[in-house]
């Protein structure tokens, strides 16, 4: 990872094509908005010109959407050109990308289709970004914006705040006016084209590969934004009477129940930032509780007493695998630390080396049949804070075969869940559309069950 404490630049991205823009002057203060707004227009403009001349450098920025291989080979033979390795330089070094993308989702004012564009350009897959920076901004023809992070630095708890943070607080001192008709030259002299020239054979049949590839991962993707407007945290607290991360926990997990007709190995983030250096812990949230709970919220013959007391006892657990993770008492990032050191570290010069009997003891725990299903996480999911600025969120499956990646916020009067699966086909039976269908029901049975077991009747808002 390269340090860019004294970037002083952003990567600018329009059409494939990659500018670097100073947005500090000499002396280390940001420049207005003003002259910044007026430098992205003459990008667009530019990328326009060299458009319809036929000037533009070939979609190098798609290799990085595809397989981390390919593009290593790419690298390789790209940086041996002095002004290709100059531009790799320039974009490693920047603070952060901007994607202005010349297309706008479809159908505007869509959610879903918003989400899906942000994270891959709708129309042509993988284009118009650099995955490799850790923040990119985009938007799209609407002004519509979004976030793409890759994941190394930090965990989404980061920039979710940030981003937050600068919705809700634009410096309007850094916003200047600027004149459409402005032609100073001051502006073109912090812009500048990055460019990637002699681009071989081998890397444009790179390219092609890699557009291939995202295509294809592209359609076998169905991303989902399902917002519950019926209740949020306000109403978990008060009626429900457990904590809002169990509940929501408890809702998918039924959701999946009730969908596929087994339990699902469940993932969920614990942020473990109370250590120095920490960052995540698995909360393995599919518990003896949760099957009961699941179990009896299927059972005709269960009263809405006895699922609600089921759904307490559920939530309660989780709570307790939730401090647990967080607290350092997990189990899956000491399991990772003993199986990269049985395979990349060797005895130290006091050890005695592993006998053949300690080797195969070792290889078939973690070859353990059990241990494997327990690690196919067919609901990996995390949760953020109550972001309101935040329209949508997203977190992509890691089990293709009938696997829901979900990030989700519960907000005091709504749920948001940002959701994507494989679609049926690739997927096996994962139906995303189905999930958010059970899901709604399941969140309105939820209410119904808790409020006639607390006794509050339907629409009291007085005890809420």
């Not at 032609?183 to 049949?205: E, I, K, W, Y």
């Not at 940002?418 to 559309?433: A, L, S």
Request: with cysteine; net charge negative; glycine share 6%.
């Amino acid at each position: 990872m390269h340090h860019t404490v004294a970037s002083r630049t952003i990567t600018v991205i329009t059409d494939d094509q990659i500018y670097s823009v100073d947005v500090y002057d000499s002396a280390g203060h940001r420049r207005p908005d003003g002259e910044l707004e007026a430098e992205l227009r003459a990008i667009v403009a530019d990328v326009t010109e060299r458009r319809a001349l036929g000037d533009l450098d070939p979609a190098v920025t798609v290799l990085t959407a595809g397989h981390r291989d390919r593009w290593s080979v790419a690298y390789e033979q790209l940086e041996k050109q002095p002004a290709n390795h100059a531009t790799l330089m320039a974009i490693q070094h920047s603070l952060f990308a901007v994607s202005l993308d010349t297309t706008f989702s479809d159908p505007p004012g869509s959610i879903t289709a918003h989400q899906r564009n942000m994270k891959c350009h709708g129309t042509q897959p993988g284009h118009n970004r650099w995955y490799d920076k850790c923040v990119s901004y985009v938007f799209d023809r609407n002004g519509t914006a979004g976030y793409l992070g890759e994941h190394s630095p930090c965990d989404a708890l980061i920039p979710a705040f940030m981003i937050e943070y600068v919705a809700k607080n634009a410096a309007p001192e850094n916003i200047g006016i600027y004149s459409h008709n402005s032609t100073s030259s001051t502006h073109h002299a912090h812009v500048r084209r990055l460019r990637f020239t002699d681009v071989g054979l081998s890397v444009l049949q790179l390219i092609k590969e890699a557009e291939k590839e995202v295509e294809q991962t592209a359609k076998a993707s169905d991303s989902r934004q399902i917002r519950f407007e019926n209740y949020g945290s306000d109403w978990i607290k008060r009626a429900a009477k457990v904590g809002p991360d169990a509940f929501a926990q408890l809702a998918m997990q039924l959701t999946y129940y009730r969908i596929h007709g087994t339990f699902a190995s469940v993932y969920e983030t614990a942020s473990t930032r109370q250590f120095l250096h920490g960052r995540t812990e698995t909360v393995r949230s599919l518990s003896v509780e949760s099957a009961d709970f699941m179990r009896t919220m299927s059972d005709p013959a269960s009263s809405s007493r006895d699922k609600y007391e089921a759904l307490v006892r559920a939530a309660n657990k989780h709570q307790i695998l939730l401090r647990d993770a967080s607290s350092g008492n997990g189990v899956d990032r000491h399991l990772l630390g003993l199986r990269m050191a049985y395979h990349r570290l060797q005895p130290l010069p006091s050890e005695a080396p592993l006998s053949d009997a300690d080797k195969t003891a070792i290889e078939d725990f973690f070859n353990d049949p059990i241990l494997a299903k327990s690690t196919t996480f067919q609901l990996s999911t995390s949760g953020l804070f109550p972001a309101y600025y935040l329209s949508h969120t997203g977190f992509g499956c890691v089990v293709a075969e009938r696997g829901y990646g979900i990030n989700y916020i519960i907000e005091p009067k709504r749920i948001k869940f940002g959701t994507e699966g494989k679609t049926f086909k690739v997927g096996n039976g994962t139906d995303v559309d189905r999930f958010e269908m059970t899901l709604r029901q399941i969140l309105a049975e939820l209410k119904v069950i808790c409020e006639q077991s607390n006794e509050i009747s339907a629409g009291d808002s007085s005890r809420l």
